[in-house]
């Protein structure tokens, strides 16, 4: 078992490697284009609303109630198969064109009214604009942002409809252990934002309005791209409406409950974005690009490990593995545990380096990067505990129990708008990066106990001394990259060429004094078999 979680976590974190890079070339172009500025902050927002949507009914909830009852389908396929009493992936089959055709019209439904009723979105979400606009026009520049997001917003929703269906067979091709694919395709996106910035300006209205044509673009190859492996995996079918087949209606009491369980973080987003919507202009993208280097680590560990969980866990539990069940869970943490440690601190020391790198140019300024290192530092401290949502929540999805996640999710979103009220009217914008941390380590810590009091998961002794030994590890990593870095302002000295060379020896004796340290506290290979192999 350990051997195949590694080589498929190692498919998906490569894949997703690939995809986040191009993320980051994708956000150097916006910053560029548009810095951190007005047409910045509308295209980020118009960005974003889709994307919320997308974790309910695409990537989010969805998968984490579709998973789990097309792996149990998946299974009982096989097993007849085996024995001859079915054909394969027959009732899988079925599934899939049941909850296809009945995704796609909920799906386009929402759509069409996100497109028709974008203003109701941008007043629910971007108050601060809209209360500029009533009162004061669209001359100002809050009755600006408001009318150029009400009209991106009707391009950009449709990528809802492409995304949930390319989520759709992203969940059907790694439960049948086809994992490359799904972790390939938001390449596809990253590419056609960057080209609608670099060559769609001058087709459209501004850079804003060519941006919010790459999101439509994206999604639109996005699906189209996913359909040839449907077709090879034998699992291409035609959607049907079936609300009240057996299939579709367990997955409908699971995702209930899961839409807003495993939504908390976003939710907590737009709250962020409703609440930086009354701040000084520049709020919401130095959030943006903070959350962007945040999502970098985030996405290559804790997103690829638990895509690979999930399906695993999911088939454990059909099985009644219970020990492997539990081994499972604590091989993923501590993958995360090993990356995520030196990622945050890492991170911690070269934010501002990274950040000038990265997106100091054309419209972006020595102030911008000043500005989304400190939102940066806040989001950072919560790092490990959004990995290790990740990597727990599955522990209640793949049994079926999604009440569990929406009671703590619940405590979780008070919490945060308790600290967002508290902190934004004395730190900005800081203030909302600090509060969803704060949330975001109370939803883990809660996740955890849960697991532990239903005597599912709990960490162990040596769990415990691994992941000292990786703390450890990670702050003498930090110790060494500080004494090979400097100070702002020589970094601010250095050419583009010189900032590069800099920042690559520190990552790279950084990354080399962290592996050095695990070995001669220990740690090897062996640490990370499931335990019931060894």
């Known amino acids: 078992m350990s051997k195949k979680l590694i080589k498929s976590g190692l498919i998906v974190s490569v894949m997703t490697l690939v995809s986040r890079v191009l993320g980051l070339v994708r956000d150097v172009v916006i910053a560029n284009v548009m810095g951190a500025g007005v047409m910045a902050d509308v295209f980020l927002f118009a960005n974003k609303i889709p994307n919320f949507f997308r ?193 579709v209606e367990k997955i409908r009491k699971l995702i209930v409950p899961a839409l807003f369980g495993v939504s908390v973080t976003q939710i907590n987003l737009l709250l962020d974005t409703l609440i930086a919507s009354f701040l000084i202009t520049g709020s919401i993208s130095w959030l943006y690009y903070a959350d962007r280097l945040l999502e970098f680590p985030l996405g290559l560990f804790g997103i690829g490990i638990a895509t690979v969980v999930l399906p695993s866990l999911s088939k454990l539990h059909s099985k009644d593995n219970k020990a492997e069940f539990t081994a499972t869970l604590d091989w993923g943490i501590k993958v995360i545990s090993l990356f995520g440690w030196p990622a945050l601190a890492g991170l911690m020391v070269l934010a501002q380096p990274i950040i000038m790198v990265l997106f100091m140019r054309g419209e972006f300024t020595q102030t911008d990067v000043l500005q989304v290192s400190m939102a940066l530092f806040a989001y950072l401290s919560g790092l490990l505990s959004f990995m290790f949502i990740k990597v727990l929540a599955p522990g209640y999805y793949a049994r079926q129990d999604t009440k569990t996640p929406v009671k703590i999710g619940i405590k979780a979103m008070v919490a945060n708008m308790a600290f967002n009220l508290m902190l934004a009217p004395f730190f900005g914008y800081v203030g909302l990066a600090m509060a969803t941390t704060l949330s975001a380590t109370l939803n883990a810590w809660l996740l955890y106990r849960g697991l532990k009091t239903a005597d599912i998961y709990h960490l162990s002794t040596s769990t415990k001394i691994f992941i000292g030994k990786l703390v450890v590890s990670a702050m003498v990593m930090a110790l060494v990259v500080n004494q090979l870095s400097v100070d702002f302002n020589s970094w601010l000295a250095l050419s583009f060429i010189q900032q590069i060379s800099q920042l690559s020896i520190c990552i790279t004796l950084g990354v080399l004094s962290y592996f050095v340290m695990i070995f001669l506290l220990g740690i090897r290979l062996n640490d990370f078999k499931v335990a019931s192999e060894k």
């Open 55 to 247: 974790r309910l009914f695409a990537e989010g909830a969805f998968a984490q109630a579709f998973v789990p009852v097309l792996s149990e389908y998946h299974t009982k396929d096989e097993e007849n198969a085996e024995s001859r009493q079915a054909v394969a992936l027959d009732e899988t089959r079925r599934l899939i064109a049941q909850v296809s055709g009945t995704l796609g019209v909920i799906i386009t439904l929402v759509t069409l009214f996100g497109m028709l009723a974008s203003p109701l979105f941008v007043i629910l979400f971007g108050g601060g604009w809209f209360m500029e606009w009533l009162n004061h026009g669209s001359e100002s520049v809050g009755g600006e942002k408001f009318e150029l997001a009400a009209n991106l917003l009707k391009i950009t929703f449709p990528y809802l409809w492409f995304i949930s269906f390319t989520a759709l067979a992203g969940a059907v091709l790694n439960t049948m252990g086809r994992f490359a694919v799904a972790a390939f395709t938001p390449v596809l996106l990253n590419i056609a934002i960057i080209l609608m910035a670099i060559y769609g300006a001058d087709y459209t209205q501004s850079p804003a309005h060519a941006l919010a044509w790459g999101v439509f673009l994206g999604g639109l190859v996005q699906f189209l791209f996913q359909l040839p492996f449907m077709y090879k995996a034998g699992v291409l079918v035609k959607p049907c409406w079936a609300w009240r087949s057996h299939g």
